[in-house]
């Protein structure tokens, strides 16, 4: 099962991906966690991704296209996998197509998480991740029983470099902009289907159980 999780910034697509990837399998493939592995690194990649990063823009068509590329070809993505974040312009889902196609795969269903700009401005400012095993929490609905700790494996937990009000905002623009018409892409083909990610997060994670089957 081949799967695209889109949705603006803070819609639940990672919090939503870790769950359907251990329900169905299938790796979750974040070009967001994959760059910022790439930055943390100090790789040629991570030093071209880090300043459109931290402004909320985004990295350039070729160098996600060249990340999503090699992994989609790796072994674990043989009986599927979940696209969290990618593709996020128009070009990036023409190049996604040209890729599958070479591989003879498709996409099974692509799904648009929806939410409201300022819920998505709250979430995001709440935001904390464990840097250990990547569980992610919030402040307000899902803070840890013990302050920056993480209740599943006790790792640290770590805020994003991206995840200030002022980034935040622009990462909302950069998405109308340039990610929202990408919908447009997918709108028409059978496989395109919408979740209200303004539901509580088990609701979200049904929503799309429903969907998937
Ligand atoms: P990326 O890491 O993909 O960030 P993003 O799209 O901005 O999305 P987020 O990860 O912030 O949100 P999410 O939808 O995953 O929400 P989450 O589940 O965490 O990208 C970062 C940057 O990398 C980009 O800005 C760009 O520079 C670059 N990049 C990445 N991919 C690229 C590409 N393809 N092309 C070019 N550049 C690229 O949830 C958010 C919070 O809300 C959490 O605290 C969570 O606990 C909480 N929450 C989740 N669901 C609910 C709910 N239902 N109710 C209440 N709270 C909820
Ligand atoms: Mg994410």
Same mark, same amino acid.
């Given at each position: 099962?081949?799967?695209?999780?889109?949705?603006?910034?803070?819609?639940?697509?990672?919090?939503?991906?870790?769950?359907?990837?251990?329900?169905?399998?299938?790796?979750?493939?974040? !070009? %967001?966690?994959?760059?910022? =592995?790439?930055?943390?690194? +100090?790789?040629?990649?991570?030093? #071209? @991704?880090? $300043?459109?990063?931290?402004?909320?823009?985004?990295?350039?068509?070729?160098?996600?296209?060249?990340?999503?590329?090699?992994?989609?070809?790796?072994?674990?993505?043989?009986?599927?996998?979940?696209?969290?974040?990618?593709?996020?312009?128009?070009?990036?889902?023409?190049?996604?197509?040209?890729?599958?196609?070479?591989?003879?795969?498709?996409?099974?269903?692509?799904?648009?998480?929806?939410?409201?700009?300022?819920?998505?401005?709250?979430?995001? !400012? %709440?935001?904390?991740?464990? =840097?250990?095993?990547?569980? +992610?929490?919030?402040?307000?609905? #899902? @803070?840890? $029983?013990?302050?920056?700790?993480?209740?599943?494996?006790?790792?640290?937990?770590?805020?994003?470099?991206?995840?200030?009000?002022?980034?935040?905002?622009?990462?909302?623009?950069?998405?109308?902009?340039?990610?929202?018409?990408?919908?447009?892409?997918?709108?028409?083909?059978?496989?395109?289907?919408?979740?209200?990610?303004?539901?509580?997060?088990?609701?979200?994670?049904?929503?799309?159980?429903?969907?998937?089957?």
């Amino acid at each position: 099962m081949n799967l695209i999780f889109m949705g603006p910034p803070g819609a639940g697509k990672g919090t939503q991906a870790r769950q359907v990837a251990v329900k169905y399998g299938i790796p979750q493939l974040s !070009t %967001g966690d994959m760059l910022r =592995s790439a930055v943390k690194a +100090g790789s040629e990649v991570g030093l #071209k @991704a880090k $300043a459109a990063m931290e402004s909320g823009g985004l990295v350039t068509d070729d160098i996600v296209i060249g990340i999503i590329g090699d992994r989609i070809g790796e072994s674990d993505c043989a009986s599927g996998f979940i696209l969290d974040g990618f593709p996020r312009t128009v070009a990036q889902a023409e190049a996604l197509e040209k890729l599958l196609a070479e591989r003879s795969m498709k996409i099974d269903s692509v799904i648009d998480i929806t939410a409201d700009n300022e819920a998505l401005v709250a979430r995001i !400012t %709440g935001r904390s991740t464990c =840097s250990k095993c990547g569980e +992610g929490y919030h402040k307000q609905h #899902k @803070a840890p $029983a013990k302050d920056g700790v993480c209740d599943k494996c006790g790792g640290a937990l770590a805020t994003r470099a991206d995840d200030n009000e002022e980034t935040v905002r622009n990462r909302l623009e950069v998405y109308e902009a340039q990610t929202a018409p990408v919908i447009g892409f997918y709108k028409d083909s059978g496989s395109f289907k919408t979740v209200d990610g303004m539901q509580n997060m088990d609701d979200v994670f049904a929503s799309l159980c429903n969907i998937l089957g």
